[in-house]
């Protein structure tokens, strides 16, 4: 059974930072891209970033470009999102979520097959 647990959200204040991970388990990790994506109040999930099982990161969405950092141990079976100069507009639940096998990962979320329960993130201005 396919199974992604998020862990690290929480309550932050404005310019801090959290580190956000994904443990995997039921799948070869290291076959599998990796996303993350977030979903605020009243807003359409939205792709922030994936990694492919080789380490090659996709683009960054513009809102957290330059801020996000995705990275990932095929030994941990965990992927990792490195969140930085975080905003009150960065609040929302995150998910991590996996493509199918060896699928090229990219931004519809219909494009991917297993999801994470996700984890609160709320950033106080």
């Known amino acids: 059974q396919v199974r992604l647990a998020e862990s690290g959200g929480g309550l932050v204040q404005a310019g801090g930072s959290l580190r956000l991970s994904c443990a995997a388990s039921g799948i070869t990790f290291s076959r599998y891209a990796m996303g993350w994506f977030r979903q605020a109040p009243g807003k359409e999930r939205e792709f922030l970033v994936a990694v492919k099982w080789s380490g090659a990161i996709t683009n960054y969405s513009d809102s957290v470009k330059g801020r996000f950092i995705i990275s990932r141990n095929n030994t941990k079976n965990t992927v990792y999102l490195q969140m930085n100069s975080l905003k009150p507009e960065d609040t929302a639940v995150y998910y991590c979520?996996?493509?199918?096998?060896?699928?090229?990962?990219?931004?519809?979320?219909?494009?991917?097959?297993?999801w994470g329960q996700g984890t609160q993130v709320t950033v106080s201005s």
């Open positions: 979520a996996a493509p199918p096998s060896l699928r090229e990962p990219r931004m519809a979320k219909d494009d991917y097959r297993y």
